[in-house]
């Protein structure tokens, strides 16, 4: 099992027991250090490390149970863990802690009462994550680019690399190709994606995090690569927000990609540039949607700067909401209607 060293949070604060009058500001100080740390919520399994710094006692009654110091611990780590995946009232994901150690002791002279926090992910990411970075996998994605399946939309690929002036990357042979029944676009090819410094593909085996996000999401939703095409309403490298022209620039490619596509029915449009681009294209092509029967899911991208917000409970709501979304399209690819 991969185990990755993910944050130290170290809080500040007396640590408060469950159902007590200290309770919400220890989960205060709790949320105030994980936005402090910088971390973000991640889609995996975790281990946890506790150790509590208590202040002495003031009364016979003022006792600490272990247990109940690390529930309303655990309670408050939103930002780390992300929120369950359901609609009822949000909760942390804390079932996604696999194994947990705590200790308390007293805090030393001059040391304030607290606790630090060590978070590690055990399946922070599938076991096939990032093979990009694998020279192997990349030459077989590269002699496989046009296999039968994947063969039509990177000629399309090719044809787009000759005009608007920029390059195009290619879609990787490991997804589904002219099969595949679902569409997951996002704004513009990533930096991982370009030829010149990184793999030249579409790909969530792409070396970094929001590939290896996106790739974790479709794993927890038990969507294969067989069932999914990668594409961009700007698919030219630019890094950057297209402009309005430039997304306009990208409908007639979506259009055609979508032609290729036979057996589409679930489109996953990511990200605020997408949703502006997808707009673009159901305006010229307003009844492709009821034409097509296609089932649209409008969320958030899957990029570190989707989770840029002081407050660990909108990161959080931003990561449930990714995770419904995938969950949908799981859904949707089940139904008698998407075959």
Known sequence: MTRRHLTTIVVEGRPATFATAHEQPWKKAVRVAIEQSGVEPVVARFEVKIEFRLAPSQ????????????????????????????????????????????????????EAPGATIDV?????????????????????????????????????????????????????????GVNARLLSILRDPGPMADGTEGSGFLCMENDDPTAERIAGLFADSHIPAEEIVPWNVHPWYINKKPTGPQLEAGVEPLHELIGLMPRLCVVMVHGGSAKDGWRKFTRRYPSLIQDR????????????????????????????????????ASAALETTDCE
Do not use: C
């Open 120 to 176: 590690w992910t055990t399946e922070g990411k599938p076991p096939s994550a990032r093979r990009m970075a694998d020279p192997e996998f990349h030459e077989a994605q590269w002699v496989g680019r046009f296999d039968a399946h994947v063969a039509p939309i990177n000629n399309l690929v090719d044809r787009l690399g000759s005009i608007e002036g920029g390059k195009a990357p290619s879609v990787a042979t490991m997804y589904g």
């Open 59 to 110: 009364s016979a009654g003022d006792s600490w149970d272990l247990d109940n110091l690390i529930k309303p611990t655990l309670d408050a780590m939103e930002g780390v863990f992300g929120l369950r995946a359901w609609r009822g009232v949000p909760q942390p994901a804390d079932d996604r802690v696999d194994r947990l150690t705590a200790s308390k002791r007293l805090a030393r002279d001059g």
């Open 293 to 328: 029967k296609l089932h649209v899911i409008e969320t958030y991208h899957t990029s570190r700067q989707a989770f840029w917000h002081k407050d660990p409970n909108v990161r959080a709501a931003r990561l449930l909401h990714l995770q419904l979304a995938f969950a949908e």
